[in-house]
């Protein structure tokens, strides 16, 4: 048992789901300044803005989804599923309620600069995924084959 104050090690799972975490997190967030930073000397605040709206969003989404994917790394096959689908029907659930609340105040929100918001989105999921990837392709899992 571990005296208090001191943590459990982690465990491969919950490592390799870390780690895949903190690449995506890199990668999302070194493709959103990019493309934020770019926005908003060449469009200006509200091009800007709109991308770093789009840019935060995004982050926070696959954040949640991993983060999630972290907390039940080490339980069965059909737990981490259900908790994938769950957490996922959550996040496309506020994101609806977020779209149709913008989309019932659109005079509140007439600045939004489509452009920068769906370049900042795509941009920063492919920011995420290729670092995601990356990591992945490196990472070793191991597999075991049924000798048979």
Do not use: C
Not at 20 to 38: D, E, K, P, R, S
Not at 40 to 50: I, R, S, V
Not at 79 to 96: E, I, K, Q
Not at 114 to 122: E, H, R, S, Y
């Amino acid at each position: 048992m571990a005296e208090p104050g001191q943590r459990r090690p982690l465990s491969p799972h919950v490592r390799r789901a870390q780690q895949l975490l903190q690449a995506g997190l890199v990668g999302g967030h070194v493709a959103a300044l990019t493309i934020v930073g770019l926005f908003l000397a060449l469009g200006g605040p509200n091009a800007g803005a709109t991308a770093a709206i789009g840019a935060a969003v995004t982050i926070v989404f696959y954040t949640i989804a991993l983060g999630v994917q972290m907390a039940v790394a080490d339980a069965s096959p059909k737990v981490v599923l259900f908790a994938w689908f769950a957490s996922y029907v959550t996040r496309v659930s506020l994101l609806g309620v977020g779209l149709a609340a913008v989309l019932a105040n659109a005079e509140r929100w007439a600045w939004l600069d489509p452009v920068a918001l769906f370049v900042a989105v795509v941009g920063t999921v492919l920011g995420w995924l290729v670092l995601e990837l990356f990591v992945y392709s490196r990472m070793r899992v191991p597999v075991y084959d049924d000798p048979s």
